[in-house]
């Protein structure tokens, strides 16, 4: 069963919204640490942007609201946010960081040509078996299936291409 908080950003509803910065707030008190109002427009701006975005895109949104906010202001924010984990990183090795509003279990269909990111729910993917890592001195903290290829945007501009 999907709960309420594995759902991808664009589907995340007002008060899933204000749950997240809820839990935002709580974790904050938590552990002692400032709950700022740049912080805060930050994470809302990650839980609307949905399409996994890149520290820079994050920085462009939010400079919209807040003008004047330093870039570096937002990379340490969603640094931040994504250790106290209301956001991931969904990284993928060769291209820059992305930033996910979704935190429950879910992989990832990335185009090698645009870097276009796409949620992928695959039960199988959920299922697999994670390897004892310890030899390598590695501690698994969870995983992420990257399925690579091409997206539909990038293909059917090659047809296109090809058919000229
Ligand atoms: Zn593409
Ligand atoms: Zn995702």
Redesign the pocket.
Known sequence: MATSSELGGGDLDTSEKEARIREFRRLCRERGERCTVQRRIILETVLDLDNHPSADQVFDAVADREPGIARTTVYRALDHLARLEVITKACHPGSAVRFDPRTGPHHHLV??????FVDLDHDAFDGLTIPDTSAYGFEVSDYRVHVRG??????EKTSKEESK
């Open positions: 185009c090698l040509h645009c870097n276009e091409m997206c539909r945007n990038c293909l």
